[in-house]
């Protein structure tokens, strides 16, 4: 995509976010479109755009402020998460499937758990996202810290003959390591025989499964200190996090671009060392974790 086009889809989508209240996200977008005009010297009347999205940014923010102590949590509109669902679900890069789960997996991202957890739900019916689908229904319900409603839903999945044997197992050894994890004293029921006689067909994993990271920061109030994170929701090599709001030095030292070295990755079946890059940071604006800030990181290597 040229930087015209870069520019005119990164503005729609800023519009559309603000037209539904989304004012955090649309100041992001309205941020990112100013970069790009400032770095592209070939643009006609260059000023003129910068201080028009100048005037956005300004008014974007000003709304920010009213939204900064709400009387109650609002809840997102049906009709805001089928935009966030569908701006996060369209790309030429991915099929049709794929975009489905991108877009499902926004909802979370941007703190809809209940919504999300409705998509993902549907998306089980697919073949090819069923276990994808299943795993985050699981991290949604830990999200809500609703643990005994994932429970009763792996043992739906047990009993009835959608998923294979292999794949019951996949998801039980994901969901007992984050029980074990954050201290739930639960055993889930192993797979003791053969659900159907499907032949078992290989995955391809974008990623290992990372259930929480450790990280040193290295400012002087928590120089040496390791912080361990739990791992909310992934997408191949990108993690996301929710930071509680009262982590102030956390929140203030992870900014965009930031780059952590020396992580530790625990997944289900090992432990390992890699570096990664902060890639967003914005706080949930709306649903039960109001107030906290999501947080991606984009694993460079392991």
């Given at each position: 995509?040229?930087?015209?086009?870069?520019?005119?889809?990164?503005?729609?989508?800023?519009?559309?976010?603000?037209?539904?209240?989304?004012?955090?996200?649309?100041?992001?977008?309205?941020?990112?479109?100013?970069?790009?005009?400032?770095?592209?010297?070939?643009?006609?009347?260059?000023?003129?755009?910068?201080?028009?999205?100048?005037?956005?940014?300004?008014?974007?923010?000003?709304?920010?402020?009213?939204?900064?102590?709400?009387?109650?949590?609002?809840?997102?509109?049906?009709?805001?998460?089928?935009?966030?669902?569908?701006?996060?679900?369209?790309?030429?890069?991915?099929?049709?499937?794929?975009?489905?789960?991108?877009?499902?997996?926004?909802?979370?991202?941007?703190?809809?758990?209940?919504?999300?957890?409705?998509?993902?739900?549907?998306?089980?019916?697919?073949?090819?996202?069923?276990?994808?689908?299943?795993?985050?229904?699981?991290?949604?319900?830990?999200?809500?810290?609703?643990?005994?409603?994932?429970?009763?839903?792996?043992?739906?999945?047990?009993?009835?003959?959608?998923?294979?044997?292999?794949?019951?197992?996949?998801?039980?050894?994901?969901?007992?390591?984050?029980?074990?994890?954050?201290?739930?004293?639960?055993?889930?029921?192993?797979?003791?025989?053969?659900k159907d006689a499907r032949?078992?067909?290989?995955?391809?994993?974008?990623?290992?499964?990372?259930s929480s990271i450790a990280?040193?920061?290295?400012?002087?109030?928590?120089?040496?200190?390791?912080?361990?994170?739990?791992?909310?929701?992934?997408?191949?090599?990108?993690?996301?996090?929710?930071?509680?709001?009262?982590?102030?030095?956390?929140?203030?030292?992870?900014?965009?671009?930031?780059?952590?070295?020396?992580?530790?990755?625990?997944?289900?079946?090992?432990?390992?060392?890699?570096?990664?890059?902060?890639?967003?940071?914005?706080?949930?604006?709306?649903?039960?974790?109001?107030?906290?800030?999501?947080?991606?990181?984009?694993?460079?290597?392991?």
């Amino acid at each position: 995509m040229d930087t015209k086009k870069q520019i005119q889809a990164l503005f729609k989508e800023a519009e559309l976010y603000r037209s539904h209240g989304l004012f955090v996200e649309a100041k992001a977008k309205y941020d990112n479109v100013a970069k790009l005009i400032q770095k592209n010297d070939r643009i006609a009347n260059k000023q003129s755009l910068l201080d028009a999205i100048s005037k956005k940014i300004g008014a974007v923010e000003n709304e920010i402020k009213k939204f900064d102590k709400p009387p109650a949590t609002p809840k997102m509109s049906t009709k805001a998460q089928d935009l966030v669902k569908n701006l996060f679900s369209f790309s030429e890069d991915k099929d049709e499937d794929a975009a489905l789960l991108e877009g499902a997996m926004a909802l979370a991202k941007f703190g809809q758990f209940e919504r999300a957890l409705i998509e993902f739900n549907e998306l089980i019916k697919k073949d090819s996202l069923r276990v994808s689908a299943a795993k985050n229904i699981i991290r949604c319900h830990i999200a809500l810290s609703s643990s005994d409603e994932a429970i009763t839903k792996y043992r739906k999945w047990l009993s009835g003959d959608s998923f294979s044997s292999g794949q019951l197992e996949e998801i039980r050894i994901f969901f007992q390591d984050i029980l074990d994890r954050k201290g739930i004293d639960k055993k889930l029921p192993a797979v003791t025989q053969p659900k159907d006689a499907r032949k078992e067909e290989a995955r391809e994993e974008d990623f290992l499964d990372i259930s929480s990271i450790a990280i040193t920061l290295g400012d002087e109030s928590k120089k040496g200190a390791l912080i361990e994170l739990d791992v909310n929701f992934q997408r191949g090599n990108t993690i996301s996090l929710i930071i509680s709001r009262d982590d102030k030095d956390l929140i203030e030292n992870l900014k965009v671009g930031f780059r952590l070295n020396n992580i530790q990755f625990f997944s289900p079946i090992a432990v390992f060392n890699g570096s990664g890059i902060v890639s967003e940071k914005a706080p949930i604006e709306l649903g039960p974790k109001k107030g906290d800030y999501r947080v991606d990181i984009e694993i460079q290597n392991t």
